[in-house]
């Protein structure tokens, strides 16, 4: 038992290469105290769901400083089958309905979101702001590049290096511009799950009326709720991808071409929503048979989502690639990644916590000598280059699509000053 409760904050023992590298989880690295904890946030639940704690602040606060991003889960999934994130997920949604979530800057967001359809409080109108002059969107394309929110009104830079790599591939491809709407990421994890309906809906109702193909994400938290959490609630049948599959593709094709040599050392984070939480749930049609009281056994065993099937190889090979680039990896990777930090709605709520999970990922990503830290999603981006400037490393950061751009000749665009807080 005491093994199983310590699982969920190691990774699982054969991948840890170093002891200072050797944890999964980054609220019990920081609170050190076990409800803070994957295991512990069972137990949390377990005893709200059978009424022997009632919602309060402080249970509020240790529910709500987690990122969701799922390494509890994984380390736990190597030796058994407990779903801690799926739990971790209801217990969110329970507290939501006794009234005891999300935290006050969660909801806030949320507010936001209803009113303007995004959770920054941004003018719906301006979500296409970003678009330069010399991108054409062709209405009749059946490739939609699926912006979302925190790339039109926070990262604009990597929604411009999108629209240009597409550019320079020559692929049609169109924007929903005022018709699209929040995911309903930041939503979902914090519990509210009816709201979150209302975002899949709409984003689901335009997206099938126009003969969508193919969904392209370069956040991947959009991506990520698309692919894993839409189809639990609706189905629908195009093709969603983050970028960095489709651009893989395209290099694959030839149709595009890494020319520019890239003279520096770079290590690659991994999202949690494009690595180990991006792996859809299998369908499962089986019983769960009730052996005592919240004891249960489903039969035939339902399958384990480990972690594995999330996308690591794509980033990976768009990097090799670049000519001159040397790649380098940090300690934790693919699905034993540690976290950024910016999950769940914990930047909004808890910006210290966030902070101090970036520090400690961007001291890895220093360990391995790299002068360059690169990943693929805005949450990552934000935190990690806060992480950066907070901790005075001497790193620099690119999303990855603006190594594509420079290794294709072109230039990342230079914004101006632009808002950073991510929800
Ligand atoms: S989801 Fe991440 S932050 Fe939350 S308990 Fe699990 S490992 Fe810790």
Known sequence: MALLSE???????????????????????IYNYHPYSGGGRIILALLLETGRIEPSEELREIVYKCTECGSCAVSCKFLNTLEPLEIIMKLREKLVELGGGPMPKQQEYIEAANKVNNPYNEPHEKRLAWLPKDIRLDPDAKVLYFVGCTSSYRRQEMAIAAARILK??????????????????PILRTGDVKTFKKFLNKNLDVIESKGIDTVIFSCAGCYDTFKVDYPLYREYTFRVLHTVEFFDELLDTGKLKLIKEIPITVTYHDPCHLGRNAERYKDWDGDIVNLMPLVSINIPPKPKRT?????????????????????????????????????????????????????????????TGADTLVSACPFCSTNLQDGIEESGANLKYYDISELILMSLGLEPEKLKEITKEVV
């Open 7 to 29: 699982k969920c904050k190691w990774i699982p023992q054969v991948q840890i290469k170093s002891q200072k590298y050797a944890t999964a989880c980054p609220s019990i690295d």
């Open 168 to 185: 320079a591939a020559g692929i049609p491809f169109n924007i929903l511009q005022d018709e699209e709407f929040c995911c309903g990421s």
């Open 307 to 367: 972690g594995s099937n999330g996308i690591y190889e794509p980033p990976r090979n768009i990097l090799k690639k670049i000519p001159g680039l040397k790649f380098v990896e940090m300690e934790r990777i693919k699905e034993y990644a540690y976290c950024c930090g910016a999950g769940a709605g914990v930047k909004s709520a808890f910006p210290e916590f966030a902070l101090q999970t970036a520090k400690i990922r961007i001291e890895e990503a220093e360990d």
